[in-house]
């Protein structure tokens, strides 16, 4: 699977019961309840990642990696406009793209 499939599958969703579908349970909590709950993955992910533990790290990614798509289909924003910044971004380094914001 790709992030453009997830992306694609999580649309399909959008219109989805919310009854049915943890998906469309999300989506129908709006932005700021989509933010929460991926920040909460994130956290999720450090603390197994400081623990060292790799097959609970690998999991709780999949976790951030899904509810991030969740968050930005909520947002309407495609992952296409998230995958131009990062283009744009590889002609430079880090260090200078930190200090042109």
């Not at 579908?21 to 909460?40: H, I, M, P, Q, R």
């Not at 994130?42 to 623990?51: D, P, Q, R, S, Y």
């Not at 709780?60 to 744009?88: C, S, T």
């Amino acid at each position: 699977m790709t992030l453009d499939d997830l992306e694609a599958i999580i649309a399909s969703r959008k219109s989805a019961d919310p009854e049915s579908s943890w998906t469309a349970n999300l989506l129908s909590t709006g932005v700021d309840k989509c933010a929460e709950k991926f920040g909460e993955e994130a956290v999720e992910a450090i603390i197994e990642a400081v623990k060292g533990d790799k097959t609970a790290l690998t999991s709780e990614a999949a976790d951030v990696l899904y509810h991030l798509m969740v968050m930005l289909a909520a947002a309407d924003v495609p992952l296409a406009d998230v995958m131009d910044v990062l283009d744009k971004r590889q002609n430079q380094s880090g260090i200078a793209e930190k200090a042109s914001r």
